[in-house]
């Protein structure tokens, strides 16, 4: 069975930090894109990171540039995401997605339609 499975969200002052796990089983982890996206209630599912467990290429959102960083642990098929620098607009709830045979997310990441597996989220709400 097919699972994703992320981990670590939480409520934090604006200014902190928090890392997110996103834990994959049942599928082969090489050459595999994993996408980071979040929702706000009300709003689009938007992308924020991904990564290729291929070459470890990486792709950001204009708006997490400097602030998050997305790594991969091929080896426990765990992809976490580092959030600092958090603000109240990064309140959402975020989802990791996965999309088999992608060695590299460059120049263009899948898109949303592009995933085949999502997790269930977990809660990042950021205070002011």
């Known amino acids: 069975e097919v699972q994703l499975v992320e981990s670590g969200g939480a409520l934090v002052q604006a200014g902190g930090s928090l890392r997110l796990s996103c834990v994959a089983s049942g599928f082969p982890f090489e050459n595999v894109a994993i996408g980071w996206f979040r929702q706000a209630p009300g709003k689009a599912r938007e992308d924020v990171s991904h990564i290729s467990s291929g070459d470890g290429s990486t792709y950001y959102a204009d708006f997490v540039k400097g602030r998050f960083t997305i790594s991969t642990d091929n080896a426990k098929s765990t992809v976490y995401l580092n959030m600092n620098s958090l603000k109240p607009e990064d309140t959402a709830r975020y989802y990791c997605?996965?999309?088999?045979?992608?060695?590299?997310?460059?120049?263009?990441?899948?898109?949303?339609?592009?995933?085949?597996?999502w997790g269930q989220g977990t809660q990042v709400t950021v205070s002011s």
């Open positions: 997605a996965a999309a088999r045979g992608f060695r590299t997310v460059r120049p263009t990441p899948p898109g949303l339609r592009g995933y085949d597996y």
